[in-house]
């Protein structure tokens, strides 16, 4: 069978976006076996990723699948696909939707979120940017979210992710789809808790990264990793999330990746600041977007009008306005009040110790054995 005769009869899907994790979810969903077509802005990068199967500015060394191509017209890319990936900057989605509309109104594709951010100016999450701009079902909508590292993956070394839908059957179809021998997905109907475990655990990994940078040790960045879980649990819960969705792998499993890796951009960002760069200094150093740095000052606003309190993601912010030295931020880890407080978190969860391993716990059984039942995540 020819080239063109055999990308014909594969399902046809399009990934709006061809930065690093564009680019990589487009190899998830080739290697399993549909013909994607990826939209680039640039042109120069769209026949990059046509003559030479490689998108070297992202993601060096990858050599993409046969069954990938690239067009920077929009039209192109969506013609005939059943499912349409978006991954771009959370901060410039809306705007983009602007030119998706007319091209997706007469479908009836799943829409599905990659992106791990909330819009500055009206803390909305993705998912909500994209019902509001397309006038579309939510139930056509999904996201995907995880432990997800666009290089690891993209040199296939073996991960899990969770796609998350208002609608079982969008959230089934997506994921029957997103998947291969190397990336395992399942599915849950918790969309709140899934796009805020990606939106928060980038807040931690900036800490993280601070305290990296400064040179403090290990235990301060446990300290942080733990009861950052518990700053996430609280904040997603009062916007409606399930806990135990944070203790999954849109939550723990997320959180743990981002905050231990180098190949982490939040994480990268945090370790510039913890080294004395500037906010701006750190913008023009980094090669990609941290979605962690534009998140900030929109979670916190939603956390003071809910009442939870983020004294670590407090912390960043007046790192990031230059209000706190880096060095300080581990002094005031949680809180500058010296009256002893328990580890639970304000929705009654346990915080710390027996409640972290048991978090962790789970999220090694969703990968190697397809969840538990006190799981809303399902295989």
């Given at each position: 069978?020819?080239r063109r ?25 080739a ?7 990826m939209?680039?802005?640039r ?16 993601l ?5 699948p ?5 067009t ?7 013609d005939?696909?059943?499912q ?5 900057p959370?901060?410039?989605l ?5 030119a998706l ?9 799943p ?13 909305l999450?993705m ?20 432990p997800?590292l ?10 899990a ?6 609608s ?8 029957r ?10 599915v849950?109907?918790?969309v ?6 990606g939106?928060?655990?980038n807040?931690?990994?900036v ?8 040179g ?19 904040f997603a ?10 203790q999954g792998l ?5 959180l743990?990746a ?23 200094d750190?913008v023009k150093q980094?090669?990609?977007t ?8 929109p979670v ?8 939870v309190?983020?004294p670590i993601?407090?912390?960043v ?7 706190m ?12 009040d ?8 304000q929705?009654?969860?346990?915080g710390?110790?027996g409640?972290?391993?048991r ?5 090694l ?9 006190p ?5």
């Amino acid at each position: 069978m020819s080239r063109r005769a055999e990308s014909a009869v594969l399902p046809r899907v399009a990934v709006i976006g061809a930065g690093s994790w564009g680019t990589t979810f487009g190899k998830i969903l080739a290697d399993g076996g549909a013909h994607v077509t990826m939209w680039a802005r640039r042109p120069e990068l769209a026949t990059e990723i046509n003559e030479a199967k490689r998108n070297s500015g992202y993601l060096p060394g990858i050599n993409l699948p046969r069954s990938m191509t690239a067009t920077a017209r929009l039209s192109e890319a969506l013609d005939g696909a059943e499912q349409v990936y978006l991954s771009i900057p959370s901060q410039a989605l809306r705007e983009n939707l602007t030119a998706l509309r007319s091209l997706v109104e007469g479908t009836d594709a799943p829409l599905v979120s990659l992106m791990k951010g909330v819009e500055k100016r009206t803390g909305l999450r993705m998912s909500q940017v994209i019902e509001q701009e397309l006038a579309c079902d939510p139930a056509r909508i999904a996201v995907a979210s995880g432990p997800n590292l666009a290089l690891e993956i993209a040199r296939e070394q073996p991960t899990a992710a969770v796609i998350s839908s208002v609608s079982q059957e969008t959230a089934d179809a997506v994921a029957r789809r997103a998947r291969n021998s190397y990336f395992r997905t399942f599915v849950n109907t918790d969309v709140i808790g899934t796009e805020f475990g990606g939106v928060l655990k980038n807040l931690i990994a900036v800490a993280i990264g601070i305290v990296d940078g400064v040179g403090y040790g290990e235990n301060t960045k446990a300290s942080i990793i733990t009861r950052g879980l518990v700053e996430m649990t609280d904040f997603a819960v009062a916007q409606g999330a399930h806990p135990e969705t944070l203790q999954g792998l849109a939550g723990l499993g997320d959180l743990i990746a981002t905050c231990q890796s180098p190949l982490s951009r939040n994480n990268t960002a945090g370790r510039l600041l913890g080294q004395g760069y500037s906010f701006q200094d750190v913008v023009k150093q980094m090669n990609q977007t941290a979605e962690g740095l534009a998140s900030v000052a929109p979670v916190l606003q939603l956390a003071r009008e809910a009442g939870v309190e983020m004294p670590i993601v407090e912390q960043v912010k007046r790192v990031l306005d230059g209000t706190m030295k880096p060095r300080d931020i581990a002094p005031h880890l949680t809180t500058d009040d010296d009256t002893p407080k328990g580890e639970r978190t304000q929705n009654g969860q346990a915080g710390g110790g027996g409640a972290l391993w048991r978090s962790l716990q789970r999220t090694l059984d969703q990968f190697r054995h397809g969840g538990g039942r006190p799981s809303r995540d399902q295989s």
